[in-house]
């Protein structure tokens, strides 16, 4: 069964930082890209942060380009976006995806997380 589950996400004041991961099982984590995806309420879901199967190949969206951080742990099954110097738009739920780096139409999304920048 596959599953990704992202924990990590909660309130926190502008200007703030917070970390999200998403844990995977049920597929072979090592050959899947990573992303993270985010999404407000009645708007489309915006990619933020891409990470290749060894973690070479990084880029992130222009609007959290020197704030964010993505980052994987092969051996964890994980990955991680530390997110510092918060805005208030940043709030949002934040999703992580897979995509398998042979097959790009097997994909997979996680449940999100909900995280909230507010004073």
């Known amino acids: 069964q596959v599953r990704l589950v992202e924990s990590g996400g909660g309130l926190v004041q502008p200007g703030g930082s917070l970390s999200v991961s998403c844990a995977a099982s049920?597929?072979?984590?090592?050959?899947?890209?990573m992303r993270w995806y985010r999404q407000a309420p009645g708007k489309a879901r915006g990619w933020v942060a891409s990470?290749?199967?060894?973690?070479?190949?990084?880029t992130y969206a222009d609007s959290v380009k020197g704030r964010f951080t993505i980052s994987r742990d092969n051996a964890k099954n994980t990955v991680y976006l530390q997110m510092n110097s918060l805005k208030t738009e940043d709030t949002d739920v934040y999703f992580c995806?897979?995509?398998?780096?042979?097959?790009?139409?097997?994909?997979?999304w996680g449940q999100g997380t909900q995280v909230t920048v507010s004073s």
């Open positions: 990470i290749s199967e060894t973690g070479s190949r990084i």
């Open positions: 049920g597929f072979t984590f090592s050959r899947n890209v």
């Open positions: 995806y897979a995509q398998d780096g042979t097959t790009p139409t097997i994909y997979y």
